[in-house]
């Protein structure tokens, strides 16, 4: 892993926030560190990160708030942090706009994976600012172009269009969206989703898909994607 590779690490725990570090720095990570969440927002505004790892309770900003602020203007992946796991830490993390979670004490080694599934997705996606170039409306489409009603999809560009206009969706949410499109009205259960979009190689938490599934329905248009109760989801042709 390249070094240029930056990981801001927001976690109020100074004996986690040292070991931590220490263990990202050992897979050539640079790393960042802020003890609460005023700080980390100024140092994200202040320098260039690649990953966002936020504990959800920091004193001032908690993490919950740092991440929706950090979301007004960028899409940088985020990992949220919560000791406990509760259902209210997780799906308001997510509601955010956090792209995962892990739960404290979490294995270092589910961590860095966690890290570059984060980036691969990332890597899919235009860098933020980055403006699509004007290409062609839903009415003639481009070749190569997946058109579902008044939603353009371009794979190859990764450009997504809603009645002609521009979709701003986050590096997760388009990975999601591609899976979605290259697998038109085929119910998508969890896991393979899971499997697909966030990388893992194990059984995740299947409410990361759920709250994904949310955040691209407001994006795209709520009935675009329906949901198959007991099985999963599916793109409507």
């Known amino acids: 892993m390249s070094a240029s ?7 109020d725990d100074e ?11 050992r897979y050539g990570y640079h790393v960042s560190t802020a003890g609460d969440g005023l700080t980390g927002l100024e140092l994200f505004r202040e320098q260039r990160h690649d990953v966002l790892l936020l504990d959800v309770m920091l004193p001032g900003l908690d993490g919950i708030g740092l991440c929706r602020q950090v979301r007004e203007w960028s899409l940088v992946p985020i990992l949220m942090m919560s000791a406990r796991g509760d259902a209210l830490d997780v ?3 997510l509601e ?4 995962d979670y892990v739960v404290k004490p979490v294995d270092t080694s589910v961590l860095v ?5 984060l980036l691969r997705r990332a890597s899919f996606a235009p860098s933020p600012g980055q403006a699509p170039g004007p290409g062609p ?3 003639d489409g481009g070749a190569g172009d997946l058109v579902f009603g008044d939603l353009t999809v371009d794979p190859q560009g990764l450009v997504v269009r809603r009645a ?4 701003a969706l986050a590096p997760t949410e388009l990975r999601l969206l591609l899976e979605f499109a290259a697998n038109p009205g085929i119910v998508l ?12 190689g194990w059984d995740g938490d299947s409410r990361v898909v759920d709250l994904c599934v949310q955040r691209l329905r407001k994006k795209i248009g709520a009935d675009r994607i329906e949901t198959v109760r007991g099985f999963g989801y599916k793109l409507r042709r």
Not at 15 to 25: K, T
Not at 96 to 99: I, L, P, R
Not at 113 to 117: D, G, N, T
């Open 5 to 11: 590779v930056t990981v801001l690490l927001v976690e």
């Open 91 to 93: 799906v308001s993390g």
């Open 15 to 25: 004996v986690i926030r040292r070991s931590v570090g220490m263990v990202l720095e």
């Open 164 to 167: 002609g206009e521009p979709v």
């Open 137 to 139: 409306g839903p009415a």
């Open 96 to 99: 955010a706009g956090a792209d």
């Open 189 to 200: 259960d969890r896991q393979t989703l899971l499997r697909n979009v966030w990388d893992y």
């Open 113 to 117: 994976a966690r890290i570059r599934s």
